[in-house]
């Protein structure tokens, strides 16, 4: 994996997040993730349950619903727990 990461130009760990998501999403696992999307508040619910339930991870999370970022999904729960919205 260093010979490849050297080769290429890449970070070892950004070639083992690669290749994790492709073994667990496949080629859509590599795809680019959309910024800067709105989010409808029944979707934020959705991912914020989802998390709770089968007690996802972050990064997990944002993998399966494809959401760029964990702070995005952090700012949810913050609002959520403050507000009871999303």
Same mark, same amino acid.
């Given at each position: 994996?260093?010979?490849?990461?050297?080769?290429?130009? &890449? %970070?070892?760990?950004?070639?083992?997040?690669?290749? $994790?998501?492709?073994?667990?999403?496949?080629?859509? %696992?590599?795809?680019?993730?959309?910024?800067?999307?709105?989010?409808?508040?029944?979707?934020?619910?959705?991912?914020?349950?989802?998390?709770?339930?089968?007690?996802?991870?972050?990064?997990?999370?944002?993998? &399966?619903?494809?959401?760029?970022?964990?702070?995005?999904?952090? $700012?949810?729960? %913050?609002?959520?727990?403050?507000?009871?919205?999303?």
């Amino acid at each position: 994996m260093t010979s490849i990461s050297k080769e290429n130009g &890449i %970070g070892k760990t950004s070639l083992k997040d690669w290749i $994790r998501c492709y073994h667990e999403f496949g080629i859509e %696992g590599l795809l680019p993730i959309q910024k800067n999307k709105n989010y409808s508040e029944a979707f934020k619910l959705k991912v914020l349950k989802t998390i709770e339930s089968k007690s996802l991870s972050l990064s997990k999370a944002c993998l &399966i619903f494809n959401i760029p970022s964990g702070s995005t999904i952090r $700012r949810w729960q %913050g609002r959520y727990s403050k507000e009871g919205i999303a």
